[in-house]
């Protein structure tokens, strides 16, 4: 099993603390718990300028300095389809990441919380057996499906959804779509295809651009989120596979360079394992406090 990112981080102070070979040394430790080169090189710096201004030298100060560093970094947001509106959500990642399967649990959540009308839109119509995949979430969970034929139209798909929740007057359409990163230019002009339908069908304010993605995939991670920005713009992250111990430092990366909150955070492979994500708990998790 490999080291968690805290047993690494205790095992460097019982070596050498607040000299050059310590920072150095704690750089290379935070790029292995992915968190990305360059967002490592500048925690490190601002940690080691706060020290030494200060004159910290103590392991636990240290440590509460980078807890400090990492918090402002991550950024969380909770999700909530507001009442009496319209709320579509466009889920997003590449294949692979989970993201049906997360489009369900994040589905039976709400629905466990309180949100009657939901729809959720089979909008990835070109993966062959992600419509039959999602219909089976829809008849386990007891969520209402719109899907058209395989190869069809996704945002005529999303369109017919949202008429679904709009003929009650309000709800929450949840749109599964396609991840194809292989195929980018296409991939871009469906979800801007998408998006312009979402838009023009959620209530004001009500529209949200989610993207899921593997936390153990780390700069990968960072990566696919930077490619769906630059598409249509991301409101929120779901990780899938997610055990800040030992990876799952990506969530540092992804608030610091991008600006993109986690919303959810995903555990197994039950339709229960998904929770809010709260950023306090993942840093201590990641600190091994």
């Given at each position: ?187 871009v002009r469906e979800l801007q295809k998408i998006d312009r339908t ?92």
């Amino acid at each position: 099993m490999k080291q968690s990112f805290g047993a690494k981080l205790k095992s460097l102070f019982s070596k050498n603390k607040g000299n050059d070979d310590f920072y150095e040394e704690l750089t290379d430790i935070l790029v292995e718990g992915d968190i990305g080169a360059k967002t490592a090189f500048q925690l490190v710096d601002e940690l080691e300028s706060i020290c030494k201004k200060n004159k910290i030298t103590e392991e636990n100060e240290i440590i509460n300095e980078l807890k400090k560093l990492l918090l402002e970094s991550v950024k969380q947001v909770e999700l909530k389809p507001e009442e009496g509106k319209v709320n579509v959500w466009m889920v997003l990642g590449v294949n692979g990441v989970g993201k049906t399967t997360s489009v369900a649990k994040m589905a039976l959540w709400f629905k466990n919380h309180g949100t009657e009308n939901l729809v959720l839109a089979s909008a990835d119509t070109f993966r062959a057996a992600a419509i039959e995949q999602l219909a089976m979430h829809g008849e386990k969970t007891g969520v209402r499906v719109v899907s058209h034929q395989h190869g069809s139209d996704p945002s005529a798909v999303v369109f017919d959804a949202a008429d679904a929740v709009i003929s009650k007057g309000e709800g929450l359409v949840i749109a599964d779509t396609a991840g194809r990163l292989h195929n980018k230019e296409n991939l871009v002009r469906e979800l801007q295809k998408i998006d312009r339908t979402c838009t023009l069908k959620a209530s004001e304010g009500c529209y949200k651009k989610i993207i899921v993605i593997d936390a153990t995939t780390g700069q990968n991670a960072l990566r696919q989120a930077e490619v769906f920005n630059e598409a249509v713009g991301v409101d929120a992250v779901i990780m899938t596979k997610y055990d800040s111990t030992a990876k799952g430092g990506c969530a540092v990366s992804i608030g610091r360079e991008l600006n993109i909150p986690i919303a959810f955070v995903c555990t197994g492979e039950k339709y229960a394992d998904i929770k809010p994500f709260d950023a306090e708990t993942y840093i201590n998790d990641f600190l091994g406090l």
